[in-house]
């Protein structure tokens, strides 16, 4: 049997932590055709997830679930974290386990070879990075041979590193975006100057009402055109609708207004990669991140 490949359009769950109100989004996330569900092991939510897909009429075939290795489990506890992930989402495999981080050459490999053990065991199906650089993606191939399936990245109108999406899409690495809506109503922390200014964000709205679209909808529409996979997170029902209904057209010249609103450069994408490896101490990476099987 073919291997499921990702869907366009996920669902992402980041800071979704309440139980009734993760639930709901998921429930109406499945009614109206997600297939992704994106989750990590830092988001205090596997445990949920599973409980909440136990309870769903969906078959797990049907189903294509992406966590995320902690960077304090690099060193010591890929394998033991990925196994427990497994029992909190209540499956035998994971569609695609990343990498969430970059960190020293030396702990990526460390931690990566160890996924494409637990991919051999077929435990993981695909594997793959998040926030890495074009250097740390071109030691882990350069290393292993194994190149990574995707590497899921911050995208929006005002981060956008394109140099390193065009190196993906030459490698036949997937891109998949993330914090795509984030910046128009605040500052991504992590990229403080990708907010949107008061007139760009007149603009988008201007398009919004030009095709009777929201937001989300004009942002995910506009990255999926760029080759993005998407994941866009919503606490709301009506937006997680939304959110997946895509079927309409944005002329070319909108779309190129909204590219021009990126003000991110290569040096800016290094420099906030080189900010993971230094939120990790020595003491995180001897401990782990480790939740056994309640993640609560
Ligand atoms: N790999 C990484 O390091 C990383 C980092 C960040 C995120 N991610 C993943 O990417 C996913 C998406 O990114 P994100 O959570 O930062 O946010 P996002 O998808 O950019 O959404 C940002 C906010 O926009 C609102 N929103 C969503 N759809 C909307 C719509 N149609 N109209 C108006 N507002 C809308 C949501 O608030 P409401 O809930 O109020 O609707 C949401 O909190 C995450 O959940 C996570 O799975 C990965």
């Given at each position: 049997?073919n291997?499921k490949?990702?869907?366009?359009?996920?669902f992402?769950?980041?800071?979704l932590?309440?139980?009734?109100?993760?639930e709901?989004a998921?429930?109406?996330?499945l009614?109206?055709?997600?297939?992704?569900i994106?989750t990590a092991?830092?988001?205090?939510n596997?445990?949920?997830i599973?409980e909440i897909?136990?309870?769903q009429?969906i078959?797990?075939?049907?189903?294509?679930l992406?966590t995320?290795?902690?960077?304090?489990?690099y060193?010591?506890?890929?394998r033991?974290?990925?196994e427990?992930?497994?029992?909190?989402?209540?499956?035998d495999?994971l569609?695609?386990?990343?990498?969430?981080?970059?960190?020293?050459p030396e702990?990526?490999?460390?931690?990566?070879?160890e996924?494409?053990n637990l991919?051999?065991?077929g435990?993981?199906?695909h594997?793959g990075?998040s926030?890495f650089?074009?250097a740390?993606i071109?030691h882990?191939?350069q290393?292993?041979g194994?190149?990574?399936y995707?590497?899921q990245?911050v995208?929006?109108p005002?981060?956008?590193p394109?140099e390193?999406?065009?190196y993906?899409?030459?490698?036949?690495?997937?891109?998949?975006?993330?914090?795509?809506?984030k910046p128009?109503f605040?500052?991504n922390?992590?990229?403080?100057?990708s907010?949107?200014?008061?007139?760009?964000?007149a603009k988008l709205?201007e398009?919004c009402?030009?095709?009777d679209?929201?937001i989300?909808?004009?942002?995910n529409?506009?990255?999926?055109?760029?080759?993005y996979?998407?994941?866009?997170?919503s606490?709301?029902?009506?937006?997680v609708e939304?959110?997946f209904a895509?079927d309409?057209s944005i002329?070319?010249?909108?779309?190129?207004t909204i590219?021009q609103m990126?003000?991110?450069?290569a040096?800016?994408y290094?420099?906030?990669?080189a900010?993971?490896?230094?939120r990790?101490?020595?003491?995180?990476?001897?401990?782990?991140l480790l939740y056994k099987?309640?993640?609560?």
């Amino acid at each position: 049997m073919n291997e499921k490949q990702l869907p366009q359009i996920g669902f992402g769950t980041w800071l979704l932590t309440d139980f009734p109100t993760l639930e709901k989004a998921i429930e109406t996330a499945l009614h109206t055709g997600y297939r992704h569900i994106d989750t990590a092991q830092v988001y205090n939510n596997e445990y949920d997830i599973g409980e909440i897909l136990a309870k769903q009429s969906i078959s797990r075939d049907e189903l294509f679930l992406t966590t995320k290795v902690a960077p304090q489990n690099y060193l010591n506890f890929t394998r033991q974290s990925v196994e427990e992930s497994l029992t909190r989402l209540q499956t035998d495999y994971l569609d695609l386990v990343l990498l969430h981080a970059e960190l020293s050459p030396e702990l990526n490999l460390t931690a990566y070879q160890e996924l494409i053990n637990l991919q051999k065991e077929g435990k993981i199906k695909h594997i793959g990075v998040s926030n890495f650089s074009i250097a740390g993606i071109e030691h882990l191939v350069q290393k292993t041979g194994v190149k990574p399936y995707c590497n899921q990245i911050v995208c929006s109108p005002t981060t956008r590193p394109i140099e390193l999406e065009d190196y993906c899409l030459d490698h036949d690495i997937l891109l998949v975006g993330y914090s795509i809506i984030k910046p128009y109503f605040s500052p991504n922390p992590f990229y403080p100057e990708s907010a949107l200014s008061t007139e760009e964000k007149a603009k988008l709205d201007e398009m919004c009402a030009k095709y009777d679209i929201n937001i989300g909808q004009l942002l995910n529409y506009w990255a999926v055109s760029h080759n993005y996979h998407i994941i866009p997170k919503s606490s709301n029902p009506a937006r997680v609708e939304e959110n997946f209904a895509l079927d309409f057209s944005i002329d070319r010249e909108d779309l190129e207004t909204i590219d021009q609103m990126n003000r991110f450069t290569a040096k800016e994408y290094q420099e906030q990669v080189a900010s993971w490896e230094d939120r990790i101490t020595p003491e995180a990476l001897e401990t782990g991140l480790l939740y056994k099987k309640h993640f609560k």
